[in-house]
């Protein structure tokens, strides 16, 4: 079974649609994370959360709101989104909270997100 | 600050050839990890190793290997041999002991042509 899994594998949506990213992880970890990766940038750093609180918010916009209703599972809601939010989305877990220590991080396949 | 600069955009080889792939990091921190992530067409991002500022030992899997250099701040990996299955993008990523965050360098994407 794989580690850290992810729902929807592709998306596609208007930018008046919500819709909502599932990841769950299988690793027992504590803590969990939002990238994004577009197209010729680095992986940039969304959310953190540690069991289950949010740790960090990388200014984010706010029509992206993340939710971990606990240690397994976090959400990622989107709505009213831009052409520009077009991008793949990484969640992954690590052992530990995050801060502090070099646990690694397992990543999910991610969701693969076309803005219309 | 903290940086991770792989300057190799993209390589090509022919398979069983062999092909390193360069990373130079930055930062302030006495304590830090080193990551390298393989990301296929599939999208995950698979972890490869990790390494701690204090362990300079190089180490071997198969036919992957590291070379860490704190004196250089490079953390090159190569591939013996290569193989088509080989082919994706290479991630390297620094992970600071003070912020926790993970910084990813560009990438490199290799193709391994048969």
């Known amino acids: 079974e794989t580690g850290v899994t992810q729902t929807p594998r592709h998306l596609v949506m208007g930018m008046t649609n919500k819709k909502s990213l599932k990841c769950e992880q299988h690793?027992?970890?504590?803590?969990m994370y939002w990238y994004k990766q577009s197209a010729k940038k680095p992986l940039e750093l969304m959310f953190v959360?540690?069991?289950?609180?949010?740790?960090e918010n990388n200014s984010v916009p706010s029509r992206f709101s993340p939710e971990c209703p606990n240690s397994s599972h976090l959400f990622l809601h989107l709505h009213t989104l831009q052409p520009e939010d077009s991008a793949l989305y990484l969640c992954?877990?690590?052992?530990?909270?995050?801060?502090?220590?070099?646990?690694?991080?397992?990543f999910g396949p991610g969701t693969r997100l076309l803005v219309l | 600050a903290q940086k991770v600069t792989q300057a190799q955009t993209e390589i090509s080889v022919v398979e069983k050839e062999d092909v390193t792939l360069d990373c130079v990091y930055e930062?302030?921190?006495?304590?830090?990890?080193l990551f390298w992530y393989k990301q296929p067409p599939s999208g995950e991002l698979v972890f490869l190793i990790r390494?701690?500022?204090?362990?300079?030992q190089n180490e071997i899997s198969g036919r992957y290997s590291w070379n860490f250099q704190k004196s250089t701040s490079s953390f090159n990996f190569t591939i013996t041999a290569s193989q088509v299955v080989d082919s994706a993008v290479y991630f390297c990523a620094l992970r600071s002991s003070n912020t926790g965050k993970l910084i990813f360098g560009q990438g490199t994407t290799l193709q391994v042509k048969p």
């Open positions: 992954a877990s690590s052992q530990s909270p995050a801060g502090g220590r070099g646990e690694t991080q397992y």
């Open positions: 390494r701690n500022s204090f362990d300079e």
């Open positions: 690793l027992g970890h504590n803590a």
């Open positions: 930062t302030r921190d006495t304590t830090y990890y």
């Open positions: 959360y540690s069991l289950e609180e949010r740790v």
